[in-house]
C-alpha cells in the first residue's frame, strides 16, 4: 500500500495499533544515493575495518536522503499463519520552520529507481515530512519565539496568495462570514493558517479535508477565546506533531521494541539513526549502542542466507529477490504442513499479485519472509534431520533458532569478516601503477576490491561466498589469462611468502643467523685439550 503525506495521518492509529500487536517487522529503504563520490576514495572496501566502513557510510548518509520507506508488519494468527500489512511510505525532508534541508542526488541510483518504476511525482509533491530530535528542538525554539520561517519558495508562493486573497476579501467582510482557500499540500495548510493569524488580527482558521481551509472573520476577543482551545488546530505541540511527521511513526516503533528485520541492512540503519533520532556520531562504537537502544533485536537476512548457503544445496543467490525465490523452491523447502503460511492483508495484496522488486514495501515483505522460511529450515535442522517439526512453532522458537543470528555486527564486538583467499599483483615495467588502473584492468574477469602491498605489488579482494563456484572458476581464469603477462604477474597470496611483516622478521632473522655464523667462523670453536 502506498502511503504519502496526505493519507498518512489518518492511518497513523490503525499502524500504532498493528504494530502493537506484531510478531516483528520487515524494513527496506530506497535512496537518492547509496554511496557519495566526495570526498574520493570514499566508497567502502573489503579493506576496511567495521569502524572505517562506518565512518564513509556516515559521510555518504549525510548527503543522500531516503525517498522510500518500506515497512512491512508480520502478525501471527492461528496455527502457523502470519497476515503481512505492507506498506510504501514516500518521504521528503520537513521544510516547516526548520533549516532548508540540502541533499544530493547520485545519476546512478535515480536512474536506477527509475528503472524500477520509482514515482518522483509521489516523492516531490506527496512525500511524508520528517525530522530528528535536532531540527524538533530547533523548530520547537523558534515557535516558542515567534521566529519560524517557511523554507520553501514554492510555499513562500502560496502563503503571498493566500494572504493576498484574504486581505482583499476581509475588507469587506462582515464578522462570523467564511471563505475557503483550495488546493493546499498537507504541510501548505498549516503554513498558511500559522501566516494568517500572524497578520492578521481578526482572522481564525480552520482545516478541512482534500487540501482546503476555512478562513473566518472573527473580532479580536472571538480570537482570544479560540486560541489554544480544543478548537485551535494551530497549538504548539499539534504544529510539532504536523511537523515530525513520519517520525511519530518511528517513534512507535521505538516505543513497541520489536524485532526489526532487514537485508543487508547496515545502510538503513543509519538512515534511520540521522533522519528520525539524531544526527550520525562520529564514533561507531556510539552508534552501534544507540542502535542496540533502539532496535533492541535486529536481524539481517543477508548474513542469516550465508549461512543457510552452507548448510543447504543453496542456489547461488546475490540479491534479496534471488533468495526468496530459491527459499520458495521446492529443493529447500518441500512440502511441510508445520512450515509457516505467508499471507498479505486484503488491502495490501498488490504484491501476491505482482513482483516489484526495488520498490521498499515490497522488499521489506521479502525480508520478512525470507526470514520466517530461513528459521523453519533451521528448525528442521535442529530436530535432528527429518524428525517432524511440532505443529505451529511459535515465533520464539524460530528466534531461538535464530539466536546466533540476533544482532550480529550490530551490538558489542563485530565478528570479523571471512572472505576468500587473496589474489596478489606483481607489477613489472609499468611505472606509477595504481589501485584504480588494476581495478579497470581485471573487472572484465571478476571484481576484486585492491590494495597496495608494497612499491609494486597490490592485494585483491572478493566479497564473493568462500565456497562459490563462479567465483573460483573466475580466480582461475585469473591466473591462467595472465600466467604469461609480460607486466602483470598474478598469484594466490600467501601471508609468509607476500606479507611485508613476515618478509620483514624473516630478513631480520636472516641477518642475526648470518652475524652468528660469522661469529662462530671468525672466532673458531672452542680449544679443547686432553
Known amino acids: ?67 522510500q520507506l518500506g515497512l512491512a508488519i508480520f502478525s501471527k494468527e492461528n496455527s502457523n499463519k502470519y497476515v503481512v500489512h505492507s506498506y510504501n511510505f514516500f518521504l521528503f525532508p520537513s521544510t516547516l520552520g526548520v533549516t532548508d534541508v540540502e541533499f544530493t542526488l547520485s545519476a546512478s541510483s535515480i536512474q536506477f529507481l527509475s528503472h524500477y518504476g520509482f514515482d518522483f511525482n509521489k516523492f516531490l509533491k ?3 515530512p520528517y525530522m530528528n530530535e535536532l531540527q524538533e528542538k530547533s523548530l520547537n525554539q523558534r515557535l516558542s519565539e515567534g521566529s519560524w520561517r517557511i523554507c520553501s519558495a514554492l510555499d513562500r508562493d502560496v502563503m503571498r496568495k493566500a494572504t493576498d486573497e484574504v486581505t482583499s476579501w476581509i475588507v469587506a467582510a462582515e464578522e462570523g462570514e467564511t471563505m475557503i482557500l483550495k ?30 481551509v476555512v478562513v473566518k472573520k472573527v473580532s479580536p476577543q472571538q480570537r482570544r477565546l479560540l486560541e489554544n482551545s480544543s478548537l485551535d488546530y494551530c497549538r504548539k505541540e499539534l504544529i510539532l506533531m504536523s511537523a515530525r511527521g513520519f517520525t511519530n511513526l518511528f517513534q512507535i516503533l521505538v516505543k513497541a521494541k520489536k524485532p526489526l528485520v532487514g537485508h543487508n541492512m547496515f545502510v538503513d540503519l543509519c538512515h534511520l539513526h540521522d533522519k528520525f533520532y539524531k544526527p550520525l556520531p562520529e564514533s561507531y562504537e556510539e552508534f552501534k549502542r544507540n542502535i542496540h537502544n533502539l532496535f533492541p533485536v535486529l536481524i539481517d537476512t543477508k548474513t542469516v542466507s550465508k549461512s543457510i548457503w552452507k548448510n543447504y544445496q543453496f542456489p547461488r543467490a546475490s540479491t534479496l529477490s534471488e533468495v526468496y525465490e530459491a527459499l520458495c523452491s521446492s529443493t529447500l523447502n518441500p512440502t511441510d504442513p508445520t512450515g509457516p503460511v505467508i499471507a498479505l492483508a486484503s488491502d495490501c495484496s498488490r ?180
Open 126 to 128: 506527496d512525500g511524508i
Open 183 to 212: 488546493d493546499l499540500s498537507g504541510s501548505q495548510m498549516l503554513e498558511v493558517q500559522l501566516v494568517l493569524r500572524q497578520a492578521l488580527q481578526n482572522v481564525w482558521t480552520q482545516p478541512l479535508e482534500d487540501g482546503e
Open 351 to 530: 504484491y501476491a499479485e505482482k513482483k516489484s522488486p526495488h520498490e521498499a514495501g515490497y522488499d521489506a515483505f521479502l525480508c520478512g519472509s525470507v526470514l520466517l522460511k530461513s528459521a523453519h529450515l533451521l528448525l528442521r535442522r535442529v530436530t535432528k534431520c527429518g524428525d517432524t517439526v511440532e505443529a505451529d512453532p511459535s515465533f520464539s522458537q524460530y528466534l531461538t533458532v535464530l539466536a546466533e543470528y540476533l544482532n550480529k555486527n550490530f551490538s558489542g564486538e563485530d565478528v570479523p569478516s571471512q572472505h576468500p583467499p587473496l589474489l596478489v599483483v606483481r607489477v613489472q615495467g609499468w611505472p606509477q601503477m595504481n589501485e584504480r588502473q588494476i581495478y579497470q584492468e581485471l573487472k572484465a574477469l571478476c571484481r576484486f576490491d585492491v590494495r597496495r602491498l608494497s612499491e609494486n605489488q597490490f592485494i585483491l579482494l572478493s566479497n564473493k561466498f568462500k565456497h562459490d563456484i563462479c567465483f573460483h572458476y573466475s580466480v582461475r581464469l585469473v591466473l591462467r589469462d595472465y600466467k604469461h603477462h609480460p607486466n602483470l604477474q598474478i598469484s594466490v597470496y600467501r601471508h609468509w611468502r607476500h606479507s611485508p611483516h613476515v618478509n620483514c622478521l624473516l630478513q631480520a632473522s636472516g641477518i642475526v643467523a648470518l652475524w652468528s655464523l660469522l661469529a662462530f667462523v671468525l672466532g673458531g670453536p672452542p680449544f679443547c685439550s686432553l
Open 1 to 67: 500500500m502506498d502511503v504519502g503525506a496526505a493519507a498518512f495521518g489518518r492511518l497513523l492509529p490503525s499502524l500504532r495499533d498493528r504494530v502493537r500487536r506484531a510478531a516483528f517487522l520487515g524494513l527496506d529503504m530506497e535512496f537518492t544515493g547509496l554511496y557519495s563520490t566526495f570526498p574520493q576514495n570514499n566508497q567502502p572496501s573489503l579493506f576496511d575495518s567495521p569502524a572505517e566502513r562506518y565512518l564513509k557510510v556516515r559521510q555518504s548518509v549525510q548527503r543522500f536522503t531516503v525517498t
